[in-house]
């Protein structure tokens, strides 16, 4: 019987020892108000010792290191936490695709400016001042074409353009190989409309157009497309938090902090369901921007190939020349057809014999164009350069939304295997990652998300880039189904670089090469311990444990 006392009292104060070290444990705050200073928090918030955790909202009610204010500061401040590593990322692919939108911007630009020097010193050196005597026509010809670049055709009807191009050459031309005759502008009226009939510059015309309709759509809608996705990108990030988002957040990240762990990190799998559901609306905008980024590779091999701006802009003197000199070599047959169909002129009375035909003709010609030859003609770079590039950053870009999760939840902001906070303890999380996307929330086990109220703003940007995507199909086949009434289009007479930060001054890749780790304040280490739930538990087991030993024992003791 005497054994049987001993046992009683060994057995209660294990059970009294263990609880004991959890409540001397919570008795000392120390190490919760050295971490919750840190943040930038007033000390004095943290009691000195564990007090009565019922009041609290978000964390576990029991003896707790924790007050109602402490909460609604690190609830603030979990939120501020989610949101800088998103905003870190959307920072980098914003930057990543001014900066590649930038480049090709002023690379078109400086392609149509040099285009329209060269043609001007080729044709000073070619028809001296006959060229320049027209030069306006010219001048014209390349502004039309650089506000066709900027503002697609809510400003200016290429074929038409390219059609009053040609009449007006024609009318110059026919001018001055006919300097015999007086024309009226009813008659010049009547050689104007007959333009196509003539072909007195054989097919460059028609080639010319087919080309420069191919290239600029494909250019333009390009450069939109990468003007699009800093716009896209900054819209979606700032979307706010739920409220039962940040509540999840700070039962993930700061509920530790009130049974004293302030060093435990959340389980990884806690951590993704706890981002797939602040997310989750988000992730939803993944198929549009990955058939968007799809549709901008596709243009962007078409830019490398049949539809080569470059290669349609670096020889254009040359095949305006060479339309030129087509129309001087068959201006005779050209002249007849036209005094046929539009009455024989009068002959001019100012007219001088003595004139030469020599002295009226023109009798220069062009320097030889090899098409093999890819010289870094703009920007200090190529259009193939550029292409390359930018395919590889489309191509890292996919599945942006998805992979956000996956991207926060890395590194130092979790823990790994099961020595992590689970949400209500220092253990294994036991339940299931859930799916990305709106709908798979219903069964989000750590976030209340209402599946029935897609963000306004996601969805919007979602119809953006379906419209885009269209437009650049259409693009891919040579068709400009745009209608844009921006006069500044993409980006106005000068360029800048669109982003101030310093993340801008260095190209960087995008998300998935480090992750992003946002800076922790320093945490003074404490000794570890067991957690309070685990102390707990070990009384519990202790005690039946104890009485266990006393049922077995108690017949032989009789």
Known sequence: MKTLLVLCVVCTLAVFSVSGTAEQKLKNCNEVRVAYSSKGFNVNDVPNKGVNGAPLKVCPQGFSCCTVEMEEKLSQQSHSEIKAPVSKLSTNLQSTFRQRHDHFDKF?????????VSLHNMFVRTYGMMYVQNAELFKNFFEALTRYYVSGSAAVNLDSMLSDFWADLLERMFRLVNVQYEFSDAYMECVSRHTEQLQPFGDVPRKLRIQLTRAFVAARTFV????????????????????????????????????????LKPCQNYCLNVMRGCLANQADLDTEWNNFLDAMLSLAERLEGPFNFESVMDPIDVKISEAIMNM??????????????CGQPKPSMAFRSQRSVKETGFTGRFRPY????????????????????????????KKFWSTLPEAVCAGERIAPGDDCWNGTAKSRYESVVIGNGLANQVSNPDVDVDITKPDIVIRSQIAVLKEMTSWLKAAHSGNDISIDNDEDGSGGEESGSGCDSASCDTDRDIYFSTPPNPVNPRVIPVQREV?????????SMALALCGLVLALLAPHLR
């Open 531 to 539: 957690s309070s739930a685990r102390v707990a538990s070990q009384g």
């Open 108 to 116: 078109f630009r400086e392609l149509l400016k040099n285009a329209e």
């Open 370 to 397: 090899s098409p093999d030859a890819r010289p870094t003609t703009a920007a200090g770079t190529s259009l193939d350069r550029l292409t390359n590039d930018v395919k590889k950053k489309l191509k890292h870009a």
């Open 224 to 263: 939109r497309g990468l003007a699009l996705m800093p716009e896209v990108v900054n819209k979606v990030s700032t979307v706010s938090a739920s409220p039962s988002c940040v509540r999840a957040a700070m039962k993930m990240l700061y509920c530790p902090y009130c049974s004293g762990q302030v060093a």
């Open 328 to 341: 001087q070599e068959n201006s005779m047959q050209v002249s007849q057809k036209v005094f046929q169909g």
